[in-house]
C-alpha cells in the first residue's frame, strides 16, 4: 500500500506517516487516527505493517499497552510497491513519488535504509528499457528561459557535485537528499511550461547525484531507487543524454557488485538507443563501461572489450567539449584512460595465457600512466583510485609486494575519507593478494592496515 494511499486512509498528510515511521514506539495517534489505524492494519499485509509500524505489535495496541520496540538492524526496505515500475505515470506522479521518498529518507534509521532490496537482471534491465522507448528521435533542447531563483537552483547542482567529490560521505548526502525533496515540492507549485521544465531538469540532476552519493555510502538498493526516479524525470523533459548517463551509474554498480551481464545489457540498451545527435561524452563512457563489463566476464568476450576500448577512446577523441554540460564534467582525457585501463587490468586477471595477461597489464599500466600525467588539481578521492588502480595492474604482473606498498599508501591517503567506491577498490585489491601472497611481509602489513582502517570508517559511518 503506498503511503499517500494510507495517510489517506487516515485522513493525515503524508508526512506525517514518515514521521511516525521515523519516531517508531515515540508515536501516540488520537483516538480517531488509532481506530482507523487498527483497521488498517488489520488488512495490511505482514510486510506493510512492519514498514509502516516499525515493530508496533497490533494486539498490544487494541490492548492499550506499550509498545515494544523492535530491533531495527533487521533490513526493512522502507520503499512501496510502486518501486517495482518506478518508470510510469506523469511528472506529477514522479515529483510525488520523490517528495515522498526522500522524506522517508531523511527520516529513517541508517540499518533500515542499508536493507532496501535492489533489482537485477530481467526486473533492472525492464526498467531501463521501459525509459528507452520514451527517448524522442530527435533530442528537444532545453527552455532557456528563467530567472534568477532558477538559476540559483541549477548553480546549486554544480556546487554540490563539487562538495561530493571531497568524499565525506553522508552529511553531504543528506544535505542533497533535502534539497532534492524541496525542489520536486516546488514542481507541484503553480508555474509556467517553462519554469516546471527547468525544475524537473534539477529534480532529475539531483536525483542523480543523491544516487551517486547514496551508493559512494555502500546503501546500494537506495541509491538504485534514486537513478530510476531520475531516469523518470528525464522522461518528462526528454534528457536522453543525461538519461543515458544515469543508466552508466547503474552499470558501474553493477559491475561493482559482480553483476556483468547485467551491465552489459543495460549499457547496450542505453548506447543502442541514444539519438544520433547525442553527446559522444556519454556514448564514450557508455562504450568504456561496456568494455569493463565484457572483460569481467572472461576471455571468451575478451574480443567484445577490446573493441569497446577502441570505440571509448575514438569516440571521445572525436567529441566536442564545447558546451558540455556539468553533470559530465568529470569525462576528460583522464577519466577516458581511467576507462580504457580499467578494462585491459580485467583483461589481464582474468586470462590465464601468462604473454597475453602481460600484454594486457602492460597496456592498462600505460594508461594509468596516460591518467596521472592527465590529472589536473584532481581530488584525493580521483588519486587514490589511480594508486589503486596500478596497484591491480602490479598485481595481474604478479609483483606483490609493490602492490600491498601500493595499497597500503591509498589506506594511508583515505583516512578520515568516508567512500564505499574506494573501499570496495582497496579490498578488491587486499581479497586476491591475501589469497595468493598471504605469506609476503608486506601484503600482511596491508591487510593489517586495511582492517583497522575499514573498522574505523564502520564506526563513523553517516549515511
Known amino acids: 500500500m503506498p503511503i499517500r494511499e494510507f495517510a489517506a486512509k487516515l485522513g493525515i498528510g503524508v508526512r506525517t506517516v514518515n514521521r511516525w515511521e521515523a519516531r517508531g514506539v515515540t508515536v501516540s495517534p488520537g483516538p480517531a487516527s488509532q481506530e482507523i489505524l487498527d483497521a488498517t492494519v488489520d488488512l495490511a499485509s505482514e510486510d506493510v505493517r512492519g514498514r509502516f509500524l516499525l515493530g508496533h505489535r497490533v494486539a498490544q495496541l487494541e490492548a492499550g499497552t506499550p509498545a515494544v520496540a523492535v530491533d531495527t538492524r533487521r533490513p526493512v526496505d522502507v520503499q512501496l510497491e510502486e518501486s517495482a515500475d518506478v518508470l510510469d505515470g506523469s511528472p506529477a506522479d514522479t515529483v510525488r513519488r520523490i517528495e515522498e521518498f526522500t522524506a522517508t529518507d531523511m527520516a529513517t534509521r541508517r540499518s533500515v535504509l542499508l536493507g532496501l532490496s535492489l533489482l537485477t537482471g530481467e526486473q533492472l534491465v525492464r526498467q531501463v528499457q521501459q525509459w528507452t522507448t520514451s527517448l524522442p528521435l530527435v533530442q528537444v533542447p ?28 553522508g552529511l553531504h548526502r543528506k544535505a542533497v537528499v533535502g534539497q532534492l525533496n524541496a525542489v520536486a515540492e516546488a514542481v507541484s507549485q503553480p508555474a509556467s511550461a517553462a519554469t516546471r521544465r527547468r525544475l524537473l531538469q534539477v529534480v532529475a540532476e539531483l536525483a542523480q547525484l543523491a544516487g551517486w552519493m547514496t551508493y559512494d555510502t555502500g546503501a546500494f538498493g537506495l541509491a538504485q531507487r534514486y537513478y530510476l526516479f531520475a531516469l523518470d ?3 518528462h523533459v526528454e534528457a536522453a543524454d543525461l538519461g543515458a548517463k544515469i543508466v552508466g551509474d547503474i552499470t558501474q554498480m553493477s559491475t561493482a557488485l ?26 564514450s563512457e557508455l562504450l568504456g563501461l561496456e568494455a569493463r563489463a565484457c572483460a569481467q566476464l572472461g576471455p571468451a568476450q575478451a574480443s567484445a572489450a577490446l573493441r569497446a576500448v577502441d570505440a571509448c577512446v575514438e569516440t571521445f577523441e572525436g567529441a566536442s567539449t564545447r558546451d558540455r554540460p556539468d553533470w559530465v564534467h568529470y569525462l576528460d582525457q583522464a577519466e577516458v584512460e581511467c576507462l580504457a585501463a580499467n578494462a585491459y587490468t580485467e583483461l589481464a586477471l582474468v586470462d590465464t595465457r601468462p604473454a597475453r595477461a602481460a600484454t594486457y597489464a602492460g597496456r592498462a599500466e600505460q594508461h594509468v600512466i596516460n591518467t596521472v600525467r592527465a590529472r589536473e588539481g584532481s581530488y584525493l578521492r580521483s588519486r587514490i583510485l589511480d594508486d589503486l588502480r596500478l596497484g591491480r595492474i602490479r598485481l595481474a604482473q604478479q609483483e606483490p609486494a609493490e602492490a600491498a606498498m601500493i595499497g597500503l599508501r591509498a589506506v ?11 573501499t570496495k577498490w582497496l579490498t578488491g585489491l587486499a581479497g586476491p593478494l591475501n589469497l595468493r601472497y598471504g605469506s609476503v611481509a608486506e601484503v600482511s602489513e596491508f591487510i593489517d592496515a586495511l582492517t583497522a582502517y575499514i573498522q574505523s570508517v564502520t564506526a563513523k559511518g553517516v549515511l
Open 258 to 283: 559482480g553483476r556483468y551481464d547485467d551491465s552489459v545489457s543495460l549499457v547496450r540498451t542505453a548506447a543502442a538507443r541514444l539519438p544520433r545527435n547525442a553527446s559522444a561524452l556519454v556514448r
Open 412 to 422: 594511508q591517503q583515505a583516512q578520515g575519507m568516508r567512500s564505499t567506491v574506494v
Open 233 to 235: 524525470a528525464c522522461r
Open 142 to 169: 532545453t527552455d532557456r528561459l528563467g530567472d534568477d531563483e532558477l538559476a540559483g537552483l541549477e548553480q546549486s547542482v554544480v556546487f554540490f557535485r563539487r562538495w561530493d567529490a571531497s568524499g565525506n560521505g
